[in-house]
């Protein structure tokens, strides 16, 4: 009996049979992405127990930042409702991310107010595509606030005057500023 052909390589000796050629994987001309499986559990997001409807918010980041503000609702995706009032120091309603605000020991009853009709979808923009942006040119389009917001506004900044009025010296909170010098120490303050 002749042995399977030998394969030798070198001074090696002998080796085993070599298998049949092996015909390589098939490989596609795109990349096709696969999605990457995960078993993380998307949550409902907590907020601090701290920031509850009627509770006296310090904005420390964006457009207002420093400006007190009352907090309406926590919507679903963990942001937090908050007013100014508008007519008081001039923050609209807006979603803020508890992150960025400061919690203080001020509170007022906004059950009266309705904040029901306010979710996510509400401050949803319009979808632009990327295209239309960069052809559009340099100038920057003005913001337009809608008919509804403007309503909306109104409506909510009623009911919450009201409770804002009935609080004595609370307006004129509200429309202070909130700013640290060099000589405050904000780690020793009580908010």
């Keep these: 009996m002749a042995p399977a052909q030998l394969k030798v390589f070198g001074i090696a000796g002998p080796k085993k049979a070599s298998p049949a050629a092996h015909v390589g994987k098939y490989y596609p001309a795109d990349d096709v992405k696969t999605p990457i499986k995960t078993r993380k559990v998307v949550n409902a997001p907590k907020v601090r127990s701290s920031i509850v409807p009627g509770t006296v918010l310090i904005l420390l980041a964006g457009r207002f930042r420093g ?78 606030v809608s008919d509804q917001r403007k309503a909306d506004q109104k409506t909510v900044d009623a009911a919450l005057l009201k409770v804002v009025n009935a609080v004595p010296m609370l307006k004129a909170y509200l429309n202070a500023k909130f700013t640290l010098t060099n000589t405050d120490r904000p780690h020793a303050m009580k908010f």
Excluded: C, M, Q
Excluded at 78 to 87: A, D, I, N, Q, T
């Design 67 to 144: 400006k007190r503000v009352v907090a309406l609702k926590v919507l679903a995706s963990g942001l937090v409702l908050v007013s100014g009032p508008f007519k008081v120091n001039g923050v609209p309603l807006r979603r803020v991310s508890p992150t960025y605000v400061i919690a203080t020991s001020t509170s007022v009853d906004v059950s009266s107010v309705d904040v029901s009709s306010f979710d996510d979808k509400y401050f949803a923009r319009a979808a632009s595509t990327e295209e239309e942006e960069f052809f559009a040119g340099d100038a920057p389009k003005a913001a337009v």
